[in-house]
C-alpha cells in the first residue's frame, strides 16, 4: 500500500513525522512523493497559529475531493477533533501520542495506548530531530499547544541516547533534541537536560547537537550545569528563548513567568561565554493589552540583546485558550508593529552576520541548496560554500554576510 506523508509544524511535529515514516516502512508500506499516488494520506498537522491551521484545512478538503483515505496526525487530531470530523467524518484521528499506531490505525485498528517515543524505527537522515519529551509544565495564556500535548512526559534517557547512537552509527551527523521546552526535559523521570547532553555527546563519532527551544524559566533554573554541558564541542553553541514580550506586563498576561531582566542575565551570559554563537528568540507582537509603550519595550529590548535570529509573529487567538477572550487588537495596528519589528530583527541579523567576516570557523555540511553547500558553524551560524561533499567538517573563512546566512570558502584544515 502506498502512503504520502505532509508535514506541517515544529521540529518535534517533524521528529514524529520521521518516526511515522520509519514504522510504514518497517511493516511494508511504500511511501510515495505525490498524494495522487498514495491509497492513504497522512497529515502532520500544527495549530500553533491561524494562518498555518487554514491552509492544512484547505488540504485536507483537497484530499478528501480526491478521493483519499486521511490520517491526520499530531496536534489537530488532539486539539480540534471536531474540526477535522467535519471536514472529513472518515478521516483516523493519530494525536501525538499515539503516532506508533500509525500503521495499526491505517489497517483499521483504534485500541491506542501511549507509550514514551524511544526505540521505535525511523527514517535517518544526515540530520533528525530527536522528540525527548511531551507536552508542557507552563500554561501559558495563548498557548494551544499544550491542549494538544498534554502535560510533560520525558522520554528515559537511556533509551533516548540509545536511539542517538543508532542514528549516528546509521550516519546522522546533526541529531536535534526538541520538544515543547527542551529544559524541563527530566523533571517527571528524575532526569535533566545537561544529563541528556552529557551522555549523547559522550557517543563516540564526530556529530553535532542541536538543542531546541527552551522555556527561558526552565533554561534558568537549570542554568549553569546547562552551560557546562554547552561546553561539549559537539554541541552547538546555539540557544533558543522565547522572549515574547519585553514587557513585564504583558509577560505576566501571557503567564510567562519570567521578567525581562531575568532573560537578558541569560543571553549576556551565554554571549560572554561563548562568542560567536547564535541566540534566537521569538516575538509576539500585538498580544491584547499592548500599547505603544510596551511595544516599544520590545522593541528596544531587541536593539539591547541584537538576537542572531528573531521570529516574530502577530497574535493569533487560538480557540479554547484565555487569551482568545481578551480583546483583539486592530489588525492594522498589529501588521505595523509585525512590519517594524522584523525590519529591525533583520537588520539586527545583518550588523551580526557581518561581524563575522573576516573570521574563521569549523562547520559541518548538510544540505545543497541552490548550487550551494550549506552547513552550520560550530556556533550554528549558516554558511554557504562551493565545491565541498555533504556530511564534510571543513574550515571555513567567511567572505561575506547575508541577512540570513553567511558565504565563505574552504581552508585547509590545521
Ligand atoms: S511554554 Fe507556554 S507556549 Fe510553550 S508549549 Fe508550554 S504552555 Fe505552550
Not at 501525538?96 to 483499521?108: L, M, N, Q, V
Not at 546522522?172 to 517527571?188: H, M, N, V
Not at 522593541?299 to 538576537?307: N, S
Amino acid at each position: 500500500m502506498k502512503v504520502y506523508i505532509e508535514t506541517y509544524g515544529c521540529a518535534a511535529a517533524q521528529g514524529d513525522a520521521a518516526i511515522m515514516e520509519g514504522i510504514l516502512l518497517q511493516r511494508g508500506y511504500e511511501i510515495v512523493g505525490e498524494p495522487e499516488k498514495a491509497d492513504f494520506v497522512v497529515i502532520v498537522t500544527c495549530i500553533v497559529v491561524d494562518t498555518t491551521q487554514q491552509r492544512m484545512i484547505s488540504r485536507i478538503k483537497k484530499f478528501k475531493e480526491m478521493g483519499k483515505k486521511i490520517v491526520v496526525a499530531e496536534c489537530m487530531a488532539s486539539a480540534l477533533p471536531d474540526l477535522v470530523k467535519k471536514l472529513d467524518e472518515n478521516a483516523i484521528l493519530l494525536p501525538p501520542r499515539y503516532i506508533h499506531h500509525i500503521a495499526d490505525a491505517i489497517e483499521g485498528k483504534r485500541d491506542f495506548i501511549e507509550k514514551p517515543k524511544v526505540g521505535l524505527p525511523r527514517k535517518i537522515g544526515i540530520r533528525l530531530n530527536i522528540p525527548i519529551a511531551e507536552g508542557c509544565i507552563y500554561n501559558c495564556s495563548y498557548c494551544i499547544t499544550k491542549l494538544a500535548r498534554g502535560r510533560l512526559t520525558s522520554f528515559p534517557l537511556e533509551g533516548l541516547v540509545k536511539d542517538a547512537e543508532n542514528a549516528i552509527k546509521k550516519g546522522c551527523k546533526e541529531l536535534r533534541l526538541t520538544t515543547q521546552d527542551t529544559a524541563s526535559y527530566g523533571i517527571d523521570i528524575g532526569k535533566s537536560l545537561p544529563e541528556l547532553i552529557n551522555e549523547i555527546a559522550s557517543i563516540e563519532g564526530e556529530f553535532r547537537i542541536r538543542i531546541g527551544m527552551m522555556h527561558p524559566l526552565s533554561a534558568y533554573r537549570i542554568f549553569d550545569e546547562l552551560m557546562e554541558a554547552y561546553e561539549n564541542e559537539k554541541v552547538y553553541k546555539f540557544i533558543h528563548l522565547p522572549l515574547q514580550s519585553a514587557s513585564d506586563k504583558i509577560l505576566r498576561a501571557m503567564r510567562r513567568g519570567y521578567t525581562y531582566d531575568l532573560f537578558k542575565e541569560m543571553v549576556d551570559e551565554f554571549r560572554k561565554r561563548f562568542r560567536h554563537s547564535t541566540f534566537a528568540t521569538d516575538i509576539i507582537v500585538a498580544f491584547p493589552g499592548e500599547g505603544e509603550e510596551e511595544f516599544n519595550e520590545t522593541i528596544e529590548a531587541l536593539k539591547e540583546l541584537r538576537p542572531d535570529i528573531t521570529n516574530v509573529t502577530r497574535f493569533s487567538p487560538r480557540p479554547f485558550t484565555e487569551a482568545a477572550k481578551l480583546k483583539k487588537l486592530p489588525t492594522q495596528v498589529a501588521k505595523q508593529r509585525s512590519h517594524a519589528a522584523s525590519e529591525l530583527a533583520l537588520k539586527i541579523s545583518y550588523e551580526r552576520n557581518r561581524e563575522l567576516v573576516g573570521k574563521t570557523f569549523r562547520a559541518l555540511l548538510l544540505e545543497e541548496r541552490n548550487g550551494w553547500i550549506v552547513g552550520k558553524t560550530d556556533g550554528y551560524r549558516s554558511v554557504y560554500v562551493k565545491n565541498a561533499a555533504i556530511g564534510e567538517f571543513v574550515k571555513v573563512a567567511i567572505k561575506k554576510a547575508k541577512l540570513t546566512h553567511l558565504e565563505g570558502e574552504i581552508t585547509p584544515q590545521h
